[in-house]
């Protein structure tokens, strides 16, 4: 888990509104506070969104309810199972983004009586009464006063330009503001609803997600279920990853190497018999073969640098990926800052991402530019090729992108391709460092 998320994971806790927390006293715990507290209501204005979903999907379930009770609403249960289940899993996503991730359950019943009896759409069902209701109310009143609260601190600035009986502080009128004092009493009473709402604003949105991680997750099993069949996909997806590499080996030995290698013996013998009947034409035969062998051996360096590139193995990722670039017939910008060395395989991994998405930039994209960059944070390895070609990249196109997924899902990892028509296509993988 990256920093950015650690952070906001701990707007969702309870120890920011603890009484005996001791206040910020160097000025970055004072930014933190603050970005506490912009988290705290970044999670109140996601919540106020699921939150009107869940009341119009209590409204629909409560009408579906009411049609089954005289027999008319039972075509209606499976599509209002379905909408509960999104509406859930859309809150399901949401709180994973600050902080444990929720596993959403398998697809539930779709007949009436067995949803009844499933204890994860009971559970989904009285997650949805607290979040329209309670969850609604919280979000509304976390993100309307501070506003109110604004309000009232500016209140000198502009009580004199509403009518007499309009000025007044908010969102209760307490009183009707008639002189300067009084309307500095109302800044001041804005001010302190500022420290206040900043001061309640992480319990509120605490408060708020807190059904939400009681009554969505899993059943017990599910999230080390999933766990175990996403193991055996990649699994399978690193043999395959590992056969097609063997392929692509033996078929670069097989149709460069090997045949370069017969043309040396195929020369070398006409050389040798060349020197009985015509010794002139013999040097020519040799110099021939010798070309043939510099080939050869140019062609097996290269697929030992497919293998594992030297610079790779003796300087670092930074390096080989900057020879990478420098051969690149797009001119590609490295941008690296990657503390440390990974694992070998990471890093080869990474590398050959790179440049299998460089050779798709180079042949596909007609772009002009390409930048590489690399990131290495909190144990993961971050890499991102952008172009500025005419997109529309297409994983299954036969464009090397299915060999990229496999051969990173093997690690783990995760790849997310963007490329719309027109342009740019931004390629992202994310790695597990390794020991």
């Known amino acids: 888990m990256d920093t950015h998320r650690a952070t ?40 106020l969104a699921t939150a009107m979903l869940a009341l119009v999907m209590l409204v629909w379930l409560t009408a579906t309810a ?28 949401r709180l994973s983004r600050w902080g444990p991730d929720i596993i959403a359950p398998e697809p539930g019943p779709q007949r009436l009586w067995a949803a009844v009896a499933d204890p994860v759409v009971r559970r989904e069902a009285r997650w949805l009464v607290c979040h329209a209701t309670a969850g609604l109310s919280l979000a509304l009143t976390g993100l309307t006063l501070p506003f109110s609260a604004v309000t009232d601190a500016t209140f000198p600035l502009w009580w004199r330009l509403v ?22 009493a109302v800044c001041l009473l804005g001010l302190g609803w500022i420290a206040v709402i900043a001061g309640v604003a992480p319990g509120m949105a605490w408060l708020q997600a807190w059904p939400g991680r009681r009554l969505l997750p899993a059943a017990p099993g599910t999230d080390l279920t999933l766990r175990v069949a996403q193991l055996t996909a990649t699994r399978a997806a690193a043999l395959d990853a590992h056969a097609t590499e063997l392929r692509r080996i033996e078929r670069s030995l097989h149709d460069g190497t090997q045949n370069r290698m017969v043309a040396v013996t195929v020369l070398l013998g006409a050389a040798r018999r060349a020197v009985a009947r015509d010794p002139s034409r013999a040097d020519a035969i040799l110099e021939q073969a010798q ?23 003796d300087r670092s990722l930074t390096d080989a990926l900057t020879g990478l670039a420098a051969d690149s017939p797009v001119p590609c910008r490295i941008d690296a800052d990657v503390p440390g060395r ?94």
């Open 8 to 47: 906001r994971a701990d707007a969702t806790g309870p120890d920011p509104t603890r009484a005996d927390a001791p206040g910020p006293t160097r000025p970055w715990d004072v930014f933190a506070r603050g970005r506490t507290v912009l988290d705290a209501f970044d999670q109140l204005a996601g919540g």
């Open 66 to 93: 009411l049609a089954c009770l005289v027999g008319v609403g039972l075509p209606l249960v499976p599509v209002t199972l379905r909408g509960l289940r999104a509406v859930a899993n859309r809150e399901r996503a």
């Open 163 to 184: 009518p007499p009986e309009d000025a007044s502080p908010s969102p209760v009128p307490l009183w009707t503001v008639h002189d300067w004092p009084g309307a500095f």
């Open 291 to 313: 070309s043939a062998a510099e080939q050869a051996l140019a062609e097996l360096r290269g697929v030992v640098r497919s293998i594992l590139p030297p610079v790779l193995a």
């Open 342 to 435: 990974c694992a070998a395989s990471v890093e080869a991994t990474a590398y050959f991402v790179a440049a299998e998405a460089l050779t798709n930039v180079a042949r596909h994209s007609h772009a002009h530019n390409a930048t590489i960059t690399v990131r290495r944070h909190d144990g993961r390895l971050r890499l991102c090729v952008t172009d500025d070609g005419l997109g529309g990249a297409d994983e299954h196109g036969g464009s090397g992108l299915v060999g990229i997924r496999r051969r990173t899902e093997a690690h783990d990892g995760t790849l997310v391709l963007t490329s719309p028509p027109g342009g740019p296509t931004t390629l992202e993988v994310d790695l597990p460092c390794g020991l």
